[in-house]
């Protein structure tokens, strides 16, 4: 083994780093939506993501929709699922006691597990890459087109996000009610229906994750729990509530797992993600990018 | 009054039939199928279903076996070792059958094997791994249909040896049926001269391989060998072909659902691996005892199901019909079937079977062919 | 203990001692034997949850410690099963104290993304660790169980054993809610603040409790282990970890009988659900092991959307109302 031959197998395996972490930074961002509105953590996430996929699949290879359109139905589609949820589920709780929504958003995540279970059964599908998948080359380790629109993806929905969030009413209206819930209500704006608006972003979000990572990684029903773990992981990691500190988190996040599964284990590769998440919760509970003192205040 | 009377002859009408139905028609003989239908495994449980059913009716209208209808007792696994576990117990001790045909993995057999052992209940095995039926002493209520492992290793590496290579890496699922075989390819690698220089593992849940293939490259393999049985086993090719990583491939005979082919894609061309007849039964020679077996099984089963036949389906087909032809000789005592199942022979799916109390699987190398994939069909593999 | 525990203990024995003579078969009997196994997860995780106000999303981890500890130096090693459960307490007990000194002292609810993380981290190891724990093959010929050379080898003789351990389980927790451990416990789910102010050491008190539940489980992860003879990964995943946190719910959390009745209720419910759909057969309804995700998911919505306190109290409450209504209507008529 030459040096070269070293240095494109440590580029190989960031670029599966990358691929794995886009996900993981679009799964925490759906978090911290939710987060910033309810102060809740959303079980619920992970199943965004499968549901996202799934519908993909079968929009694409049954129906045979254009993956254009089938990519903006199925998005849509889920987002409605995310309204549902918050209107028949988050919504009509009159004392949101924190353990009882928890509960609560567990509780939905198995219905939609179930329900994905019912439609789609046990078994894993396949879908073919957005844009062909001969890859390209660079310096000895070869990147997938797919894995090039993941990245592409996230990078524009990070720049929607920021103009969303700084220069809309209703943006700026849930960034108000994220940091002092009743003070924005004193200032006349419509906490719950921002409340709403997070859920629909945030299962939005979720679904553009599971569309784009379908064609590499084959959905099933099941996937949702780690996929939504470590999603979390990258949003505790880069500070609860803090979305572009979770891109981050995200990105590293999985070039570690990649680099873990490379120079010491394949096996291990799940659990590297969530060791992180651990040592990071126990170490500094604010998150590498997050202010301690910031979450001193915070109570999921 | 008149009402009242009515009302007494009428149930005590039903209550003499239903005493005496029992005795009008024989009993229905009970046979209990542990299939892995949904799942991970749904690939191999599946078409087994399907045949077993296909059968169970074809029997049922031809008047049953010596007046007895067939009842199938189907249980689901889902390829989980504790489902199977469970759905054994309840064979054997809700619905009382009088033999078992599956599971259809490797894993999922040798979880039950202790329990038909102590029940004294015979099993069928559909699943590839030879330790199901090894050592026979310790496997008396134990047999298998599908081709053994360590037969499927010794024609892939004939045909390594054929091809002048000698460096090769394996790389292996975590199962049941992938852990046995990666212990073959290694046990048998001496006898034949290979070097195994790269042993990789990946669990039925991964999704990349890209980690293990680049150190496999590293290693200076000239062929791989893949051995699996669930889905995952299709992501091998695909991550190889991203990484244009370009060494002959070889799989097990746990690739041969077409289906496995398709998920693949583009990238399963050129795969070689050692299956049953029956993925290529128009290239079999006319002369072959098989051939009329494979075309009637194939036909049916894609005619009503529409969907292309697989070995799985055709392992149930010869389970099925080894208890089918052993209930036949001598009724519904699990002893006596187990007994009269050891003498049995059967031209089946999977090859010519001659059974003996010291061999529960009956098939020698010679029931593998090599297959190869040409756009996207198995074809028989011509040098 | 109160008057009305006692009372419970004896009613509870008597329909335990009843029923196998009931139903008969061993399969069914074989059925309520798993329902012992989360029976006695669920006891300890409804300590946490009612009494500490804590989730904990990993427990499925401490079963598998257990099963896995009793699995691997039996058929090993060739260590008596007893000593064996001994050691599977002893690793749980350090794993609980791992994951809970630090994710119970910070406020709020920690403790359940880190239970959901060190649960995954088990089930990976254990699927992954192929020499160690068998990975996906699992590990099997694990022996029954024996008492002074008296075998546990059936369905019958396991039912009586485990629903005796269970019965202590339950003695032994009710006692702790009495104790004056209990006592703060409560007032930790109450107010954590007031408590604190109060001089009671929350986090101590909940660590405490949280190790107390991870016992629970690991007895009935060794105790599993034996029944079935046989393990693997399976049954150790996040998915259990999440239906024991669902039984306790439903059954309702405040509650240990709570646990009882919901860990009970819900073991049996797809059972009968198949029995139901074999009857019916022919109706063209099928029930299929698919189903459950979606049965056990929407039970738990509904309970926790309208019944918040669980069946336990939603029937006690009902009862209390209907017995209200009745001496209304009685007094209106003399």
């Known amino acids: 083994m030459n040096h070269s031959n070293q240095f494109s197998d440590l580029l190989q395996f960031v670029f599966m780093g990358i691929q794995r972490g886009s996900i993981y930074a679009l799964v925490a961002m759906g978090f911290n939506i939710i987060y910033n509105a309810t102060g809740v953590i959303n079980f619920a996430q992970g199943e965004f993501v499968v549901l996202g996929g799934l519908i993909m699949v079968s929009m694409t ?44 958003t567990i509780a939905v995540s198995i219905l939609l597990k179930g329900i994905a279970m019912c439609i789609w059964g046990k078994d894993s599908y396949h879908m073919d890459h957005f844009s062909g998948d001969t890859p390209f080359e660079i310096f000895g380790a070869t990147i997938l087109p797919q894995t090039l629109w993941i990245i592409g993806i ?125 040592i990071v919760l126990f170490l500094r509970p604010s998150g590498i990018m997050g202010s301690s003192e910031a979450s001193r205040l915070k109570d999921f | 009054m008149n009402r009242k009377l009515f009302c007494f002859t009428a149930v005590s009408f039903f209550m003499v039939m239903s005493a005496l139905t029992p005795h009008l028609f024989a009993e229905d003989y009970k046979v209990g ?87 004294q209940i015979p099993l069928i095995s559909c699943a590839g791994a030879e330790v199901i039926v090894e050592p026979v002493q310790e496997r008396k209520w134990v047999f298998k249909t599908p081709q053994k492992d360590s037969d499927c290793v010794k024609r892939i590496y004939d045909h390594l040896t054929a091809k002048g290579i000698k460096d090769i890496g394996i790389i292996s699922g975590t199962t049941g049926f992938g852990t046995a075989g990666r212990d073959q390819l290694k046990a048998i690698a001496k ?103 494979l075309k009637q099984y194939r036909d049916a089963y894609e005619a009503r199901f529409k969907d292309k036949v697989s070995t799985f389906g055709g392992h149930a087909y010869d389970s099925l019909w080894l208890v089918i032809n052993a209930l036949k000789a001598v009724g519904d005592d699990p002893a006596k079937i187990r007994d009269y199942l050891e003498t049995s ?39 | 203990m109160g008057t009305k525990d006692y009372l419970g203990i004896i009613w509870f024995s008597i329909i335990l001692v009843v029923t196998p003579f009931i139903i008969g078969n061993d399969y069914y009997i074989g059925i309520l034997v798993f329902a012992a196994f989360n029976c006695l997860s ?36 060739g260590w008596s099963p007893w000593l064996a459960i001994v050691l599977g307490i002893i690793l749980a007990v350090i794993m609980a104290l791992v994951i809970g000194i630090p994710s119970l002292r910070l406020k709020g609810h920690y403790l359940a993304m880190a239970t959901l993380g060190f649960g995954s981290i088990i089930h990976i190891v254990t699927v992954a660790a192929v020499d160690f724990t068998g990975g996906p093959a699992g590990i099997s010929q694990i022996p ?91 049954p150790f995943g996040i998915m259990h970890s999440v239906l024991l946190v669902t039984m306790v719910a439903v059954g309702g959390m405040h509650k240990v009988w709570g646990a009882v009745i919901g860990s009970i209720l819900l073991s049996v419910l797809p059972e009968i659900l198949s029995t139901i759909s074999e009857v019916v057969e022919g109706y063209g309804i099928e029930y299929k092991p698919d189903y459950d995700t979606l049965i056990y998911g929407s039970i738990l919505l509904a309970i926790m959307l309208f019944l918040p306190g669980g069946i336990f109290q939603g029937v006690g409450d009902g009862f209390k109302r209907l017995k209200k209504l009745f001496t209304r209507k009685t007094s209106s008529a003399v």
């Not at chain 1, 784009?212 to 999603?231: C, F, S, V």
């Not at chain 2, 059958?97 to 999922?108: L, Q, Y």
């Not at chain 2, 593998?368 to 198995?378: Q, V, W």
């Not at chain 3, 669920?42 to 009793?70: D, E, N, T």
């Open chain 2, 191 to 293: 006898e034949y001269g290979m070097n195994i220089v790269a042993d990789e593992t990946y669990s039925p849940a991964d999704t990349d391989m890209t980690a293990q293939l680049v150190k496999i490259r590293n290693s200076g393999a000239k062929a791989l060998v893949n051995w699996s049985i669930v889905p995952a086993q299709s992501i091998v090719p695909k991550n190889m072909k991203q990484l244009k990583f370009d060494i002959p491939l070889y799989q097990s005979h746990g690739f041969g659902n077409v289906k496995y082919v398709e998920a693949a894609g583009p990238a399963a061309d050129g795969i070689i691996f050692p299956g049953g007849r029956l993925l290529c039964v128009d290239s079999v020679s006319d002369d072959n005892p098989q051939k009329a077996v």
């Open chain 2, 345 to 383: 022979t059967l031209v089946g799916t999977g090859g010519v079977f001659k059974f003996s109390p010291t061999d529960h699987n009956g098939l020698d190398k010679n029931a593998f062919e090599m297959i190869t994939i040409k756009n996207g069909e198995f074809v028989v593999l011509k040098d």
């Open chain 3, 144 to 234: 029954t169980l024996n008492i002074f050379g008296f075998p546990i080898n059936s369905d019958v003789k396991y039912y009586a054993f485990i629903w005796i351990i269970v019965v202590i389980g339950l003695f032994f927790a009710l006692n702790i809610i009495h104790s004056r451990s209990g006592r703060a416990l409560r007032a930790i789910h109450g107010s954590e603040d007031a408590a604190g102010s109060s001089g009671i050491h929350t986090s101590r008190y909940k660590i405490r409790i949280f190790v107390i539940s991870a016992i629970y489980s690991s007895i009935a992860g060794s105790f599993y282990a034996h029944y079935v003879n046989y393990i693997d990964p399976g």
């Open chain 1, 61 to 104: 290879t049954m129906l045979h929709v254009p993956i254009v359109v089938a990519f903006f139905l199925s998005t849509l589609v889920v987002m409605i699922a995310g309204v549902i949820m918050e209107r028949f589920t988050i919504n009509p709780v009159k004392e949101p006691g924190i353990l009882r929504l928890i509960i609560i």
């Open chain 1, 154 to 278: 996230l990078v524009i929905i990070v720049f929607f996000f920021i103009l969303f969030f700084n220069h809309t009413m209703i943006g700026k209206s849930m960034r108000a009610c994220a940091i002092n819930r009743d003070a924005a209500r004193l200032v006349g704006i419509n906490d719950r229906l921002a409340v709403m608006y997070s859920f629909a972003i945030s299962a939005g979000i979720g679904a553009i994750a599971g569309i784009i990572i379908t064609p590499i990684i084959q959905m099933d029903y099941g996937r949702g729990a780690l996929l939504g773990l470590k999603g979390f992981g990258a949003a505790v990691v880069g500070g609860l509530g803090n979305s572009i500190g979770a891109v981050v988190a995200g990105i590293i996040l999985g070039v570690i797992e990649a680099l873990g599964a490379g120079y010491i284990s394949s096996h291990y590769m799940d659990a590297i993600a969530l060791l992180i998440l651990l």
């Open chain 2, 33 to 119: 199928c542990l299939f892995s239908i949904t799942g991970s495994a749904s690939w191999l449980g599946e078409p087994e279903r399907n045949t077993a059913e296909m059968i169970a009716e074809e029997i049922n209208k031809a008047g049953g076996i010596n007046g007895h209808k067939l009842k199938l007792y189907i249980e689901d696994t889902q390829g989980d070792n504790t489902r199977a576990v469970n759905a054994t117990k309840k064979l054997i001790k809700k619905d009382k059958v009088c033999a078992i045909i599956g599971p259809s993995r490797s894993g999922t057999s040798m979880a039950v094997i202790p329990i038909v052992q102590a029940e």
């Open chain 3, 42 to 77: 669920c006891i300890g995780l409804s300590l946490l949850m009612g009494y500490a106000g804590q989730i904990s999303l990993g427990h499925a981890a401490f079963l598998g410690i257990g099963a896995y500890s009793s699995a691997l130096l039996t058929v090993k090693m």
